[in-house]
């Protein structure tokens, strides 16, 4: 199957820092990706889907200005969590849909715990 | 408003019997259906998916079966292994809506040797 790679798996930071996770179509192109959110024993929160060489779509209640999505080429997209505060740490998932297949599966990375103290 | 459901938080199975897993939605306009199994702490791995114009789809022990009049899917595992426990989502999109996912709360599954 199609491979994400999602990094840094954990990362550690100040409030008031900024973080930037990156995530990898590694052996596909992927037009669009999606940046998803998940708290402690609840399920997945989609987030915004990144669209290659467009603004990203945010969710409702998502803050743009805080999650900012970059998605510059065909395999990667990166999310930043700007002026992280501690109600930002997280488990954040990416996902990726392979462009080369009509169905509408989503292929995830790793995730990538967020902890801001 | 949860669009889909997993009503069973947790399950429980021995090892070699049948773990059955069900998911309900709300949505008509939901077109296709995927199950992913999740560990901690590691993102979600695609399991089996099954569009709207079918009531079955197999793929070696993983079977998916879908009931569009009950807006039911189930998930069966045959049989079970140790291996499988782990946290189970279903999830759903409307192809026209932008193949956005939705997905279900989850259910943990517990096979025990």
């Known amino acids: 199957g199609a491979v994400v790679s999602q990094h840094p798996s954990w990362v550690i930071c100040k409030s008031g820092t900024s973080v930037k996770i990156e ?21 997945l929160m989609l987030m915004a889907t990144s669209n290659e060489g467009s603004k990203a779509t945010y969710e409702q209640g998502v803050e743009k200005d805080k999650f900012l999505i970059n998605h510059a080429s065909l395999t990667l997209s990166t999310l930043t969590v700007t002026s992280a505060h501690p109600e930002d740490s997280s488990f954040y998932i990416c996902s990726a849909r392979d462009g080369r297949i009509a169905k509408n599966i989503q292929y995830f990375g790793a995730g990538t715990r967020l902890s801001v103290l | ?10 399950l429980s199975v021995q090892e070699g019997r049948i773990s059955i897993l069900n998911c309900d939605y709300t949505n008509s306009m939901f077109d296709y259906f995927l199950w992913y199994k999740k ?42 292994q140790p291996g499988d426990s782990a946290v189970y989502f279903c999830a759903a999109s409307d192809g026209a809506a932008g193949n956005k996912l939705t997905f279900g709360g989850g259910t943990r599954v517990l096979v025990k040797p």
């Open chain 1, 23 to 43: 995530c990898r179509s590694l052996d596909f192109q992927a037009t669009t990706m999606f940046w998803y959110r998940q708290f402690p024993k609840q399920s």
């Open chain 2, 1 to 10: 408003d949860q669009q889909v459901k997993q009503n069973s938080p947790s």
């Open chain 2, 39 to 80: 560990y901690p702490a590691e993102g979600p791995t695609f399991l089996i998916s099954i569009s709207s114009i079918k009531d079955k789809n197999e793929d070696g022990r993983f079977t998916v079966f879908l009931n569009k009049s009950a807006k039911h899917l189930s998930l069966h595992i045959v049989p079970s």
